[in-house]
């Protein structure tokens, strides 16, 4: 089993800058990508940003240039820089990834989410 805890949430004004970190546990053999996605009220979960153990990123469109996705492969985190935040950044905030346990068991899990908030 994959654990994710994330941290690194919290209210902010718009323009603001916020980090989001992510580590994972458990029975974990190798992780191929690691994520966020994100869910305002009312809307699905989207894309934030992805990146693969190789390095290779891709960005939801409205954060392209804004927010930066970093990873620690030997730490098994993941980290999301948030800068020039906008109220429509508003969302809980979810970690994903996707990993082979020592089972040999492809899984896909999700953290607990960890809320955003920006301020006009």
């Known amino acids: 089993q994959v654990r994710l805890v994330e941290s690194g949430g919290g209210l902010v004004q718009a323009g603001g800058s916020l980090r989001l970190s992510c580590a994972a546990s458990?029975?974990?053999?190798?992780?191929?990508?690691m994520g966020w996605y994100r869910q305002a009220p009312g809307k699905q979960r989207e894309l934030v940003a992805r990146?693969?153990?190789?390095?290779?990123?891709d960005y939801g469109d409205s954060v392209k240039g804004r927010f930066t996705i970093s990873r620690d492969n030997a730490e098994n985190t993941v980290s999301l820089r948030m800068n020039s935040l906008k109220p429509e950044d508003t969302a809980v905030y979810y970690c994903?990834?996707?990993?082979?346990?020592?089972?040999?068991?492809?899984?896909?899990?999700w953290g607990q989410g960890t809320q955003v908030t920006v301020s006009s």
């Open positions: 994903n990834c996707n990993a082979k346990t020592r089972a040999n068991i492809v899984t896909t899990a």
């Open positions: 458990g029975s974990i053999r190798s992780i191929n990508s």
């Open positions: 990146i693969t153990t190789g390095g290779s990123t």
